[in-house]
């Protein structure tokens, strides 16, 4: 019972992906090519109303449902991984048009060409934790 | 109402629900990372014994797994109940940009040339599949983070990595789109 919460706020997550079109591959070309305020508009929206609700749990201490402090985890400080990894996700994301949520919401809307497209990602996962030691972080 | 529902949702609307997912995950004690699922499936299926970066307790992550099945369900659900399937609205620079490499414009939410069951089976379909899941899945790791993880999580929290990895995020996304499509379409 405890994952229910889970279980919804990936159903609202699934619906609104679908809905705004982000799943769809037309809508990762246009926003590459620049050329629609839509894309950049989601994430816009989604990262200003962010910064403001991150700031104000800081601000005032907010705690999440159990009463326990909400503590934001900052990534390991460096350059290249997060420039590298990210190119490569990005090379990724505008061939498949998903990027990982994307792939399964599109898996459940019927486009099973994405299960491929998921598969591989795992696979991905898998091979970047073979050679991790011999990449640049 | 329903009519408000089935049409295409507002780029606002989309954003503050996506905001919205992040803080209810934030107060129910986790955070918005979607990719952290791929290294928790591979933990999960046993790799964790021949690698140690997989060898992790996966179940404490088993909330992600089951925000994914929603996630499934949510792409189940709209399809039956809440959508039209009618074609995605893109700039028409867009659909003149893509009928150069080939791509029709949108009959639906997915070019067919590349999803449909038929490119999915032939050779250069199954590898153009095959290949953007890899380096997504590859990427996203090496990245240690997606587009939930750091241009919506990490961004909100004004972290400079996640910054850096969004640059990195265009820099592959416009190499992609401008340099090789052209030369696999």
New interface residues.
């Given amino acids: 019972m405890k ?1 229910i ?29 620049f ?5 950049y ?11 403001s ?2 700031a104000l ?1 800081k601000k005032f201490n907010i705690r ?3 009463g ?1 402090p ?1 503590v ?1 985890s ?6 290249s ?21 994307p ?12 299960a ?15 050679v ?1 030691n011999k ?1 640049p972080h | 109402m329903i009519e408000l529902l089935t049409q295409p949702w507002s780029w606002w609307f989309s954003g503050a629900m996506i905001a919205a997912t992040m803080f209810f995950l934030i107060f129910f004690g986790q955070s918005f990372g979607f990719s952290s699922n791929l290294k928790t499936i591979c933990s999960a299926v046993g790799l964790g014994k021949t690698n140690k970066f997989f060898d992790f307790n996966w179940k404490s992550q088993m909330w992600n797994l089951v925000f994914l099945i929603g996630a499934i369900l949510g792409g189940f659900l709209t399809k039956q109940f809440l959508s039209t399937d009618a074609p995605v609205q893109i700039a028409q620079s867009t659909i003149e940009d893509l009928s150069k490499l080939g791509i029709g414009a949108p009959e639906s939410l997915q070019p067919a040339e590349i999803f449909s069951l038929e490119a999915m089976l032939s050779l250069k379909g199954f590898m153009i599949l095959a290949f953007g899941g890899l380096m997504v899945g590859f990427g996203t790791r090496y990245a240690g983070g997606c587009t939930s993880g750091h241009a919506i999580s990490g961004l909100s929290n004004l972290q400079i990595p996640s910054l850096i990895a969004v640059i990195g995020f265009f820099a592959g996304g416009l190499i992609m789109t401008f340099l090789i499509l052209p030369l696999i379409f």
């Fill in positions: 994952f919460k889970f279980l919804l706020l990936g159903i609202v997550f699934g619906i609104v992906m679908t809905k705004s079109e982000a799943v769809s591959w037309f809508r990762i070309q246009e926003m590459f090519r050329q629609a305020f839509h894309m508009g989601i994430i816009g929206t989604a990262v200003t109303l962010g910064v609700g991150v749990i999440d449902y159990q326990n909400i934001f900052p990534k390991d400080k460096s350059v991984r997060y420039l590298l990894g990210g190119s490569i996700f990005g090379l990724g994301w505008a061939l498949s048009g998903a990027c990982p949520g792939m399964v919401v599109n898996v459940g809307y019927g486009h099973w060409a994405m491929i497209v998921f598969f591989f990602a795992l696979v991905g996962t898998y091979l970047y934790g073979v991790k990449l």
